[in-house]
């Protein structure tokens, strides 16, 4: 504002930063991920968030055309990225990296790009990805060990392996335990809905872990 030929006052604008944000990049070092910014925003502008958000490395001023690319050359430093995005610009990008996440308001070109949609804004619901993954990925091992251990022993039985000291599985035995491994693998996939996957119990596990 100006008064006789004075600046006597100044408004300056800037995107509010969530608190929120602050909390998912914690939790994404937490677990050894880098965090990059690509964006198309000025250097200074990318620079200041990306320091007091604690965001490893910036990609400034990129085109729109030019998102993708950048996901490249991470992938080509030999790296996994998982792209988060929201906009039409960022559907290139999303469907470039080897997970494309999609936050749920976005457009339809970003969902349908990605991989992953995520039901809400919330950014911490990336660590909740990361939680169901682990959880998922922890049961099929439990469920493998366990039909695995059973066939091991359950299948040389059954075929008459121990018959020389007079033990055979009867047939209508084994055909329960098949049907109880069944339902055990089952069970303990259900488990998994125990799973507490809202945005902010995800985080804290993983920064309690930390």
């Known amino acids: ?10 408004l300056r604008l800037a995107d509010e930063i969530r608190p929120e944000s602050r909390d998912a990049v914690d939790a994404l070092h937490a677990q050894g991920a880098q965090v990059v910014m690509i964006t198309g925003d000025a250097q200074a502008v990318a620079d200041t968030v990306a320091k007091d958000l604690g965001i490893d490395r910036v990609f400034a001023g990129v085109r729109p055309e030019d998102k993708a690319a950048k996901v490249a050359e991470l992938q080509d430093e030999g790296r996994k990225v998982a ?15 080897d997970v494309g996440i999609a936050i749920g308001a976005g457009t339809d070109v970003a969902i ?3 991989g992953v ?3 809400s804004s919330d950014p911490r619901s990336v660590l909740s990805i990361y939680e169901l993954s682990r959880a998922s990925y922890r049961k099929m091992k439990q469920n493998l060990w366990w039909a695995g251990g059973y066939n091991l022993v359950s299948v040389p ?3 008459g392996v121990l018959a020389p000291i007079g033990f055979v599985l009867p047939m ?4 329960i335990l098949m049907s109880a491994s069944t339902v055990v693998v089952a069970l303990n996939a259900q488990l998994l809905r125990r799973l507490d996957l809202t945005p902010e119990a995800s985080t804290n596990r993983i920064l309690d872990r930390s």
Do not use: Y
């Open 157 to 159: 039985l059954a075929a």
């Open 83 to 97: 792209m988060v995005g929201d906009g039409v610009n960022d559907a290139p990008a999303l469907a470039q990296a």
């Open 1 to 10: 504002m100006l008064a006789d030929g004075e600046v006597i006052g100044a």
């Open 172 to 175: 209508s035995i084994g055909a």
């Open 117 to 119: 949609i995520l039901a």
């Open 112 to 114: 349908g790009s990605a």
